[in-house]
T-cell receptor, first 117, second 116 residues
Framework: KAGVTQTPRYLIKTRGQQVTLSCSPI?????VSWYQQTPGQGLQFLFE???????NKGNFPGRFSGRQFSNSRSEMNVSTLELGDSALYLC????????????????FGSGTRLTVV | AQSVSQHNHHVILSEAASLELGCNYS??????LFWYVQYPGQHLQLLLK??????LVKGIKGFEAEFIKSKFSFNLRKPSVQWSDTAEYFC??????????????FGTGTLLAVQP
């Protein structure tokens, strides 16, 4: 089965611009979460969506936003880009939000590498 | 706030050596625990996970981890590493109570280099 698909794979943007990243989860997965990976901060949670509703949000400024569509695909948007937003943005999907004892797992996409210049 | 600590940032081993990577978390409630691996240029892959039951968890590629609740630890082990195990390893935790969540809290990662 197809994995988690993130597009585009690479992006170069200029400071002040905005960017939209896309994530298509595994078929049948309804839960999507986003992470930012940088050498200095590691992997940090951005948001979590299930059934088009944001369930959790990480400690990021309001310039970072996201949404989920009825087909479970998700997008994240970063407005007014800053140099520090350069990172690998990862999307993970699962069948549903994980519940203790249920042997679900998260599958990660390959990420979108965003470079802000 | 919940946090995950990986004390070894860089580990260099020779092939056939044994591996143990430390992971400690700070959440006091029920947790789900994970180890992920990121090979150079590849995406994060799940090595193993603990949800409940037997605290000794076996994963892929000969890896295992032991959940010790009293020590808030979930250390990763492999008896004999191979050059192909060269990668970055991440420990992660998610609360297992208070409502279902996908929010994974990651450690800072351990870069493992295995010398042939």
């Amino acid at each position: 089965k197809a994995g988690v698909t993130q597009t585009p794979r690479y992006l170069i943007k200029t400071r002040g611009q905005q960017v939209t990243l896309s994530c298509s989860p595994i078929s049948g997965h309804r839960s999507v979460s986003w992470y930012q990976q940088t050498p200095g901060q590691g992997l940090q949670f951005l948001f979590e969506y299930f059934s088009e509703t944001q369930r959790n949000k990480g400690n990021f400024p309001g310039r970072f936003s996201g949404r989920q569509f009825s087909n479970s695909r998700s997008e994240m948007n970063v407005s007014t880009l800053e140099l520090g937003d350069s990172a690998l943005y990862l999307c993970a999907s699962s069948i549903r939000p994980v519940v203790t004892g249920v042997r679900d797992g998260y599958t990660f996409g390959s990420g979108t590498r965003l470079t802000v210049v | 706030a919940q946090s995950v600590s990986q004390h070894n940032h860089h580990v260099i081993l020779s092939e056939a050596a044994s591996l143990e990577l430390g992971c400690n978390y700070s959440y006091g409630g029920t947790v789900n625990l994970f180890w992920y691996v990121q090979y150079p240029g590849q995406h994060l892959q799940l090595l193993l996970k603990y949800f409940s039951g037997d605290p000794l968890v076996k994963g892929i590629k000969g890896f295992e981890a032991e959940f010790i609740k009293s020590k808030f630890s979930f250390n990763l082990r492999k008896p004999s590493v191979q050059w192909s195990d060269t990668a970055e390893y991440f420990c992660a935790v998610t609360p297992g109570e208070g409502g279902a969540t996908n929010k994974l809290i990651f450690g800072t990662g351990t870069l493992l280099a295995v010398q042939p």
